[in-house]
């Protein structure tokens, strides 16, 4: 079946560092790919998806680009800030059958120092 | 604020309770998912609803059941609960039926259910 496999946490940055979160996944068919966010006591708010390979998605400067022939949707940001502590799912979606509850990774959970 | 709205925020309870989660959609949104979070299975998919009939169904247990309702809100209930029950459940609610796997399923803050 399909899944997701992140990189594990938690990781630790100074302020103004490169970020990389892994994210591989095994899927059939065409699947859309996501990066939901998850701040401290809240619910998960989507971050960036790409929807067919090579697409790039992004938003507030992190970026993630769907590579098919590696199938993976690695994040990267340039220059993280304490505000981006938070823990990051990558997800999936799409199957053959056409029904898409997302598959998510198991997170991984950043903390950006000052 | 997504839109997507859940009550209540907290719920303790016993082992062997019954418990009802509700969740409120987007305006407009017709599909409503219900996730575990739990810290050993991770973000699971349980059940899927489109305009008030089941869509999907992930890994449910038999002692839970959900329905939604011709408003669209949605209720999850969890029965004869045990230890392990205790986790965040979210709800996420997107417009069409989950045919189109384009399609961004936005997220309610959860409630936190927590079995003693």
């Known amino acids: 079946g399909n899944s997701v496999t992140q990189m594990e946490g938690p990781v630790t940055l100074s302020e103004e560092a490169f970020l990389t979160i892994n994210c591989t996944y095994t899927a059939t068919g065409y699947p859309s790919l996501f990066w939901y966010v998850q701040y401290p006591g809240e619910g998960l708010q989507l971050l960036l998806k790409a929807t067919k390979a090579d697409d790039k998605g992004s938003n507030k400067g992190f970026e993630a680009t769907y590579r098919k022939e590696t199938t993976s949707f690695h994040l990267e940001k340039g220059s993280v800030q304490v505000s981006d502590s938070a823990v990051y799912f990558c997800a999936l979606s799409g199957t053959y059958s056409g029904n898409t509850p997302l598959v998510f990774g198991k997170g991984t959970r950043l903390s950006v120092i000052a | 604020d997504s839109g997507v709205t859940q009550t209540p925020k907290h719920l303790i309870t016993a082992t062997g309770q019954r418990v009802t989660l509700r969740c409120s959609p987007r305006?407009?949104?017709?599909?409503v998912y219900w996730y575990q979070q739990s810290l050993d299975q991770g973000l699971q998919f349980l059940i899927q609803?489109?305009?008030?009939?089941?869509?999907a169904k992930g890994n449910i247990l038999e002692r839970f059941s959900a329905q939604q309702f011709p408003d669209l809100h949605s209720e999850l209930n969890l029965s004869s609960l045990e230890l392990g029950d205790s986790a965040l459940y979210f709800c996420?609610?997107?417009?069409?039926?989950?045919?189109?796997?384009?399609?961004?399923?936005?997220f309610g803050p959860g409630t936190r259910l927590l079995v003693l």
């Open positions: 305006s407009g949104d017709l599909s």
């Open positions: 996420a609610s997107s417009l069409m039926p989950g045919q189109d796997p384009q399609e961004t399923q936005y």
């Open positions: 609803y489109y305009n008030g009939e089941e869509r």
